[in-house]
């Protein structure tokens, strides 16, 4: 096997937990697709900037391999990007509804508002099914009802998602500077794991680490507040860390 072949293999496994958080938040795999070719773009942009090169659409189509006519239309597209896609549509027309005083709705009108929106190319069932397995929706006889839940649950994915794409991101500028930075970044990342520990005393090792890792996250933050100058938040770029811990159990595929 080649090492561009298992560099593959590799990023398709990093891709998964990525793949399986994006499907939660809704989104499709063309509408993937379209944001991996904005990121491929995004990517070759700052790595001429780095090369001191200019950012042109024949230099990005070199880096990348899309080609220099899309690459023109990424770019034009970006300016008018949308901020939807057609879950979050369906989940806006439902709050609209029960903010109109339409708390459930019949299998008839829910279906019309999915089917406007997905035009038929899915099928209603299957969306409402997804509402309510995310706990949006709440099936009474041969009505829907639409969960006091739903605000809060958004809000609290909004959240998440926001976290999740600052801790990828910081996650992976530190693999990357690692691998091609200078040594002064002086950037460190650890993992320290085993697969020695028997399943009847994982959720107590778990436990523990949470707790030390909350010592430590006090520490670093008395070390930073240590640091940190009079002046406006933002002035400067952000330096810290990110922290997290994992747990394979839940991956059948590892066992």
């Known amino acids: 096997m080649t090492t561009s072949q298992t560099h593959l293999i590799q990023l398709q496994k990093a891709l998964v937990p990525v793949t399986k958080m994006v499907i939660k938040f809704g989104l499709q795999c063309h509408e993937f697709k379209e944001n991996i070719e904005f990121a491929y773009i995004q990517a070759a942009k700052e790595l001429l900037r780095e090369e001191n090169r200019t950012a042109t659409n024949q230099a990005i189509a070199v880096k990348t391999g899309i080609d220099r006519r899309k690459v023109a239309e990424h770019n034009k597209a970006l300016k008018h990007k949308k901020g939807f896609n057609k879950m979050d549509l369906v989940i806006l027309a439902l709050q609209k509804c029960k903010a109109g005083g339409q708390k459930t709705l019949s299998m008839a009108r829910l279906s019309q508002i999915i089917d406007g929106i997905y035009g038929h190319h899915i099928r209603a069932k299957a969306v409402i099914n997804e509402l309510i397995q995310a706990e949006m929706l709440t099936p009474e006889k ?21 976290e999740v794409d600052v801790t990828t991101q910081r996650l992976f ?3 990357f500077k690692k691998m091609f930075g200078q040594d002064g970044d002086l950037l460190t990342q650890k993992t320290l794991q085993s697969s020695q520990i028997p399943p009847r005393k994982q959720a107590r090792l778990q436990q523990q680490i949470k707790h030390r890792l909350s010592l430590f996250e006090k520490n670093v933050e008395n070390l930073i507040n240590e640091y940190v100058a009079n002046v406006p938040e933002g002035t400067y770029p952000k330096i810290g860390l990110c922290q997290f811990q994992f747990n394979e159990m839940s991956d059948p595929e590892n066992h």
């Open 142 to 162: 041969n009505r829907y009802r639409i969960t006091d839940a739903l605000h809060q649950k958004l809000s609290l994915q909004a959240e998440l998602a926001d």
């Open 173 to 175: 500028e530190t693999f």
